[in-house]
Nanobody
Framework: HVQLVESGGGSVQAGGSLRLSCAASGYTATMAWFRQAPGKEREGVAAILRDGRTSYADSVKGRFIISKDNAKNTLALEMNSLKPEDTAMYYC???????????????????WGQGTQVTVS
């Protein structure tokens, strides 16, 4: 069992930046960030494999950067040029196995954090 704890959410003006962090209690092979805005389905934002390969949703490409420190079991999401439409609850997700990340799917991740709110105005 892996526990995930997110931090770093908050409120920021449009055009600003925020950095989210996620601490995992143990080994993970695939990690990702998802987000869910009010009234919308949860969507995959970015994913990263233990070997460093990454993928991004089209809506955040060029603005968000996902990174992982395997030694510390931590995940980060650097969010730049934030837009009001980025407002959502952001969730860290992880799995013990390598997953295809060409599409970032909820069903591929067994472990989830509680979420951290990001508000862009």
């Amino acid at each position: 069992h892996v526990q995930l704890v997110e931090s770093g959410g908050g409120s920021v003006q449009a055009g600003g930046s925020l950095r989210l962090s996620c601490a995992a209690s143990g080994y993970t092979a695939t990690m990702a960030w998802f987000r869910q805005a009010p009234g919308k389905e949860r969507e995959g934002v970015a994913a990263i494999l233990r070997d460093g390969r990454t993928s991004y949703a089209d809506s955040v490409k060029g603005r968000f950067i996902i990174s992982k420190d395997n030694a510390k079991n931590t995940l980060a999401l650097e969010m730049n040029s934030l837009k009001p439409e980025d407002t959502a609850m952001y969730y860290c997700a992880a799995d013990l196995y390598y997953r295809s990340i060409s599409r970032i799917l909820e069903s591929d991740f067994r472990y989830w954090g509680q979420g951290t709110q990001v508000t862009v105005s």
